[in-house]
């Protein structure tokens, strides 16, 4: 869940455009014969990553192939209605869609996607030299079917980080003011309480200068899955409380009465932390999905936040998106004690590691030629170009690539961090159910932000309504 606007890519699409691959021309331009002409179209969500897709990587692809590609970058929910209702229809209008980490159990419950091992096993013709699912890194694993093939080529990665303004936590005065206050020093919190304390701080501390300056960022959309997204991808986990609440070897309870966690004490006082940041976000935040917090932190309107990494690059460097350019600092979520250590064990996790790949709907009426097209995206010589774009990684060695250690730099160890620590954070839970669970719950979570439900009650009824949609679905049984 993720992206903003396209990015400035031009001086980067002339770039690739005049040297895309000429080592490669030959077998891209014999793959292709008798390919040329034809059209490909896809969709997936306006994100940094899309948009170099869409501005860089398929005018490439074209040149080298005679392939054309014809793109859509919409907005999340579109993305999404659009690519469900063609697969459903199996009317073939997209060739390769984007296929979200959460939602790929269900597209392959459903056999909505072609395997892509497969198919190049039956077509070597098509296989490119240079494609090879071991350069992927772990992320790919989450687009395998049981028998370890592939039905998705992963097209962005990154975690979901901790943001902060290190001119605001660097100045000395609000240093001074801050320890003078909570009897402690002014530092990127490790704790929910000290980060609660920053936020309380902050906002006060724009009040009191007169600047539209507020403590946190909260992506609290009162009618959109953003918010139920952050509370149970971002917020539960670190608090203690994994895959939603619901354990699947207790029959997927929910409740505490049964086995479950989604209103169990953990979870409640989780969902009461997230709710006391309201009054220290800015105004917009009843409204803001993904898009919006990253516009947030991007103005200068908050003094820290959790963030999509895909936006982490054109926050810390694009000055014409960006006035925090140069001031922001990247670290790991704050957490309640032994919540790192059991994800260090590999018994829990800390945030959410968050991307997609792209898949080939078995109603593509294009699939030769598609396949050709994940195979190209899936280049080596590609990955940089795209990483220091758009802030996401799929390939292990891009990370020692020198344009994506420069762009460390300037991200205060964005990279870095992700490469270290993000073994510490994971995607979402292998739940076939997932749509029909989270719209069967978000109304009493939205609830909960309007004050209309205190976050006991919200949880109390949102876990009941969880094991009475999973009942419905036949897994609770």
Do not use: C
């Amino acid at each position: 869940m993720s992206g903003l606007k396209r990015m400035l890519l031009g001086a980067a699409v002339a770039g690739l455009l005049v040297g895309a691959g000429p080592a490669r021309a030959d077998f891209w331009s014999d793959a292709a014969k008798g390919l040329e002409g034809t059209t490909i179209h896809g969709v997936s969500e306006s994100t940094p990553p899309s948009n170099y897709v869409k501005d860089v990587l398929a005018p490439a692809f074209t040149k080298a192939t005679g392939i054309k590609v014809e793109f859509e970058a919409t907005s999340w929910d579109q993305m999404y209605d659009k690519a469900i209702k063609d697969m459903e229809a199996n009317t073939g209008i997209y060739d390769f869609v984007y296929i979200e980490q959460d939602i790929v159990y269900s597209y392959l419950s459903r056999d909505f996607l072609v395997d892509i091992t497969k198919s190049l096993a039956e077509k070597p013709n098509l296989k490119a030299p240079d494609f090879d699912p071991a350069m992927f890194t772990t992320f790919v694993n989450y687009f395998k079917g049981d028998k370890g093939d592939i039905f998705g080529v992963p097209m962005e990665a990154f975690i979901k980080v901790y943001l902060y303004r290190k001119d605001l936590f660097e100045d000395p005065a609000a240093k001074e003011a801050f320890k003078a206050k909570y009897g402690y020093d002014l530092a990127v919190a490790k704790t929910h309480q000290q980060y609660k304390d920053i936020a309380d701080f902050f906002t006060a501390w724009g009040k009191e200068k007169g600047i539209e300056l507020w403590g946190s960022t909260v992506q609290a959309h009162t009618g959109h899955p953003a918010s139920w997204y952050e509370f149970f991808e971002s917020i539960a986990p670190t608090f203690g409380v994994y895959n939603w609440g619901i354990d699947a070897s207790k029959n997927y309870a929910a409740t505490v009465e049964h086995g479950g966690s989604m209103n169990s004490p953990e979870s409640k006082k989780a969902l009461e932390y997230w709710l006391s940041l309201l009054p220290d976000a800015p105004p917009e935040s009843t409204a803001s999905t993904w898009d919006e917090v990253a516009a947030t932190f991007a103005a200068g309107r908050t003094a820290q936040g959790l963030v999509y990494g895909e936006n982490a690059a054109w926050i810390a460097t694009n000055d014409t998106k960006s006035k925090v350019v140069g001031k922001v600092g990247v670290a790991l979520p704050p957490l309640e004690p032994g919540v790192l250590e059991a994800a260090e064990s590999g018994k829990g996790y800390i945030g959410y590691y968050d991307g997609g790949a792209f898949g080939i709907p078995h109603s593509s009426k294009n699939k030769d030629a598609a396949l050709l097209f994940l195979e190209y995206i899936a280049q080596p010589s590609v990955q940089a170009d795209w990483a220091v774009a758009g802030s996401r990684i799929t390939h292990q060695a891009t990370y020692d690539d020198p344009k994506v250690v420069a762009q460390d730099a300037k991200t205060d160890g964005y990279y870095t961090l992700m490469k270290n620590d993000g073994r510490l954070f994971a995607g979402a839970p292998p739940y076939p159910f997932h749509a029909q669970v989270r719209e069967a719950t978000a109304p009493f979570f939205y609830q909960a932000i309007t004050g209309e439900l205190s976050a006991s009650d919200a949880l109390d009824q949102m876990a009941a309504a969880a094991e009475k949609e999973l009942t419905k679905l036949g897994y609770r049984k």
